[in-house]
Each structure stands twice: as structure tokens, then as C-alpha cells.
């Protein structure tokens, strides 16, 4: 359909923007002979018939681009539609004419437009041009339109990729960390291993249910935190401290899930692990109007190699804000003493519905 067709706004401003024409039609008609208020009661049907028929100059453009095609084709092509839009034009004011001398609102009209015929047909031509230009800045916009939605459209299939691929790295991750945990305590405590591999299945039926949404409610998120605590906690025992000081305004704010999992794992892997004697890890959340801010703290050895901030875990949480936030999402690592801190800034976006995802 023809944009302006498919919009009453836009046909209107359309039909407005005739206004000057018919002015100019007017005055070309008066200048034959015509009184004014003939001149104004033929030029004004007249114009507005004509305004629809100069409509076709859009479809005629969309089949001769000026982009792929010789110019002198696409000139041909417009000057022989003008020529026959301004003869039907000329033709449109000779029946105009003679429906107002019947009516009385004329007389005798016809002596006068033959005089003014080259005049008119002139006119139908100008009327028929300005409307092809007019097509093709339409043409421009749309194409123009069409080109940011693809790029749109392209932008986010990318990041929808690029956050799949993130999501996918998590669980291998985890899993080979916790299948080497299981295999060792296969030798040593044979009821540990069973108990682990118990609540690692429960753990990855959890994730299988978050891991397919683009985001989750905080909650769910530190329940699957949780989750996956159950199943350390098996290997190290007391030597693992957790504690939470969570905000209640932040569990309804939706994140990326699988997002503080790895987080808690890097604090597992690089911070107790290493500790003979075990340590803590702090998982804090608050909410600051429309930001939610998330610390997690743990215990570590200052003496042992800074492998951790090189990390998977901790460069897969950083790109994956960056494709789901942009800029509106930052985080930042540091170390004091023995301990180790990383923090999340993000914007609050609440689930509206307030369904948790909680696969049992």
C-alpha cells in the first residue's frame, strides 16, 4: 500500500501540502478569463482529483529506482507517465467545467480553457514531477527504515548468539570442576561422592529451567547459588562459610541468569580451595532506586598467583553484561588484604509478572 494510502495523518498533510497548487491552478485559470470564484470552483476538484491520480508516480518509481538504472531510461519513463497524467489532467478540467456550467456555477467555461489548455497541460506536468520527487524521498525514507530495522534485527541476533555461547561455557565449566571433585572422592569417601553426585543433578535440573530464559528474578538466582553451594559444600565441609545480607527490594529485580553462579565458583575455586584452613564467601545485594548493586567477597591467598582475574568465569560475566546491558552495566575487581571483591552495578528492570522459575 501507498504510505500515505495506509495513514489519515499523512493523507491529510498530503492534501494540505496542495494548497499552494491550487492557488497557482486558480490564478492560472483566472489569468484565461475566468471570475475568481470560477476560477476557485473548477480549480479546487480539480486539484484534489489530480492529487490522487499522481499518487501512481509512487509505484511507478518503485518499479525504475534510481539506483541499478540508466538515467536516461527512468527519464523516458517519467516524462511519458507526466505527459499522460497532464493530459488527463487537461481532460479533467474540460468534464469539471462542463458539470459546473450545468450547475449553473459557470458560463459558457469552454471558450476560456481552450485558450488556457497548454497552460493547464503545463501545470499537469509540473504537478506530476514535483509528486515522482516526492515518491523518491518516500522510497529514501523507507529503504532508509528497512536498513536500520535490519541492522537492528541483525545487532540483536548477534548478541542473542554471543549470550548463548557465553551460557553455554558455564556449565561445562562447572561440571568438569565437579566431576574431578566427584572422581576424587570416589577413593576416599565413597557416601561424599554419591551425596555430590545426588545434588549435582539437582543443581543442573535447576539450571536446565533458568538457562533458557533471558533473564531471571534475583531470587531464583541465589537460589541456584545455593544450589550449587549444596554441592561444594559436600567437599569442603565447615571449610566453607556463607554468608548473605540480602536486600528484599532487589529479589524482584530480573537478571541474566546463571550470572553470580560463576562468580561464587571463581571465590570456590581461587579463594577456598586454597585455603587448608577453608574462609567465607559474602554475597551482598541493595537497592539504590533504580540501580541494584551486588558484592561478592571471599576469603583468599594473597601470596598465590593472580591467575583468578584472568579467569573464564569472571570475563564470561563481564561480556555477557556488556551484551545485555551496554554501557548502563558495570563491574569492577579488587583485592585488599586477603580479600577478594567483585562488583556489579545494574539497572533495575523487575519482572513483571513475577513468576519464578523454580524448578524443583
Same mark, same amino acid.
Given at each position: 500500500?501507498?504510505?500515505?494510502?495506509?495513514?489519515?495523518?499523512?493523507?491529510?498533510?498530503?492534501?494540505?501540502?496542495?494548497?499552494?497548487?491550487?492557488?497557482?491552478?486558480?490564478?492560472?485559470?483566472?489569468?484565461?478569463?475566468?471570475?475568481?470564484?470560477?476560477?476557485?470552483?473548477?480549480?479546487?476538484?480539480?486539484?484534489?482529483?489530480?492529487?490522487?491520480?499522481?499518487?501512481?508516480?509512487?509505484?511507478?518509481?518503485?518499479?525504475?529506482?534510481?539506483?541499478?538504472?540508466?538515467?536516461?531510461?527512468?527519464?523516458?519513463?517519467?516524462?511519458?507517465?507526466?505527459?499522460?497524467?497532464?493530459?488527463?489532467?487537461?481532460?479533467?478540467?474540460?468534464t469539471l467545467a462542463e458539470?459546473?456550467?450545468?450547475?449553473?456555477?459557470?458560463?459558457?467555461?469552454?471558450?476560456?480553457?481552450?485558450?488556457?489548455?497548454?497552460?493547464?497541460?503545463?501545470?499537469?506536468?509540473?504537478?506530476? %514531477? /514535483?509528486?515522482?520527487?516526492?515518491? #523518491?524521498? =518516500?522510497?529514501?525514507? *523507507?529503504? !532508509?527504515?528497512?536498513?536500520? &530495522?535490519? $541492522?537492528?534485527?541483525?545487532?540483536?541476533?548477534?548478541?542473542?548468539?554471543?549470550?548463548?555461547?557465553?551460557?553455554?561455557?558455564?556449565?561445562?565449566?562447572?561440571?568438569?570442576?565437579?566431576?574431578?571433585?566427584?572422581?576424587?572422592?570416589?577413593?576416599?569417601?565413597?557416601?561424599?561422592?554419591?551425596?555430590?553426585?545426588? %545434588? /549435582?543433578?539437582?543443581?543442573?535440573? #535447576?539450571? =536446565?529451567?533458568?538457562? *533458557?530464559? !533471558?533473564?531471571?528474578?534475583? &531470587?531464583? $538466582?541465589?537460589?541456584?547459588?545455593?544450589?550449587?553451594?549444596?554441592?561444594?559444600?559436600?567437599?569442603?565441609?565447615?571449610?566453607?562459610?556463607?554468608?548473605?545480607?540480602?536486600?528484599?527490594?532487589?529479589?524482584?529485580?530480573?537478571?541474566?541468569?546463571l550470572l553470580l553462579q560463576?562468580?561464587?565458583?571463581?571465590?570456590?575455586?581461587?579463594?577456598?580451595?586454597?585455603?587448608?584452613?577453608?574462609?567465607?564467601?559474602?554475597?551482598?545485594?541493595?537497592?539504590?532506586?533504580? $540501580?541494584?548493586?551486588?558484592?561478592?567477597?571471599?576469603?583468599?591467598?594473597?601470596?598465590?598467583?593472580?591467575?583468578?582475574?584472568?579467569?573464564?568465569?569472571?570475563?564470561?560475566?563481564?561480556?555477557?553484561?556488556?551484551?545485555?546491558?551496554?554501557?548502563?552495566?558495570?563491574?569492577?575487581?579488587?583485592?585488599?588484604?586477603?580479600?577478594?571483591?567483585?562488583?556489579?552495578?545494574?539497572?533495575?528492570?523487575?519482572?513483571?509478572?513475577?513468576?519464578?522459575?523454580?524448578?524443583?
Amino acid at each position: 500500500m501507498h504510505p500515505i494510502l495506509g495513514s489519515l495523518r499523512k493523507l491529510g498533510l498530503y492534501l494540505l501540502g496542495w494548497s499552494p497548487l491550487i492557488v497557482l491552478a486558480a490564478d492560472q485559470l483566472r489569468s484565461s478569463g475566468l471570475t475568481l470564484n470560477e476560477a476557485v470552483a473548477l480549480a479546487i476538484p480539480l486539484c484534489l482529483i489530480y492529487a490522487f491520480i499522481c499518487l501512481s508516480s509512487w509505484w511507478l518509481c518503485r518499479l525504475t529506482p534510481l539506483r541499478g538504472r540508466g538515467w536516461e531510461r527512468v527519464v523516458t519513463i517519467h516524462l511519458a507517465a507526466s505527459v499522460v497524467a497532464a493530459t488527463m489532467w487537461t481532460l479533467n478540467a474540460r468534464t469539471l467545467a462542463e458539470g459546473l456550467s450545468d450547475l449553473h456555477l459557470m458560463s459558457s467555461p469552454l471558450p476560456l480553457l481552450m485558450r488556457a489548455a497548454s497552460q493547464l497541460f503545463g501545470l499537469g506536468l509540473l504537478f506530476y %514531477l /514535483l509528486t515522482v520527487a516526492m515518491s #523518491y524521498v =518516500l522510497l529514501a525514507v *523507507e529503504a !532508509s527504515r528497512q536498513a536500520e &530495522a535490519g $541492522e537492528a534485527e541483525a545487532q540483536i541476533l548477534a548478541r542473542e548468539a554471543e549470550l548463548r555461547a557465553l551460557k553455554a561455557q558455564i556449565n561445562p565449566h562447572f561440571l568438569f570442576n565437579s566431576l574431578h571433585s566427584i572422581s576424587a572422592l570416589t577413593t576416599i569417601d565413597p557416601a561424599r561422592a554419591r551425596d555430590m553426585c545426588v %545434588l /549435582l543433578g539437582d543443581f543442573l535440573r #535447576y539450571t =536446565l529451567g533458568l538457562g *533458557e530464559k !533471558s533473564t531471571i528474578p534475583l &531470587a531464583d $538466582e541465589i537460589e541456584l547459588v545455593n544450589r550449587y553451594l549444596k554441592v561444594e559444600k559436600v567437599r569442603f565441609g565447615a571449610r566453607l562459610d556463607m554468608q548473605e545480607d540480602i536486600d528484599p527490594g532487589a529479589l524482584s529485580v530480573t537478571v541474566p541468569p546463571l550470572l553470580l553462579q560463576p562468580m561464587v565458583e571463581n571465590a570456590v575455586a581461587h579463594g577456598i580451595s586454597g585455603l587448608p584452613e577453608g574462609g567465607w564467601i559474602r554475597l551482598q545485594a541493595r537497592r539504590q532506586q533504580d $540501580e541494584v548493586e551486588i558484592l561478592i567477597e571471599n576469603k583468599f591467598d594473597a601470596d598465590s598467583p593472580p591467575s583468578r582475574r584472568n579467569g573464564v568465569g569472571l570475563e564470561n560475566v563481564r561480556r555477557r553484561l556488556g551484551a545485555c546491558y551496554g554501557s548502563r552495566a558495570s563491574m569492577s575487581v579488587s583485592s585488599e588484604g586477603d580479600c577478594f571483591r567483585v562488583s556489579l552495578l545494574l539497572p533495575c528492570e523487575n519482572n513483571s509478572k513475577g513468576d519464578h522459575a523454580n524448578q524443583r
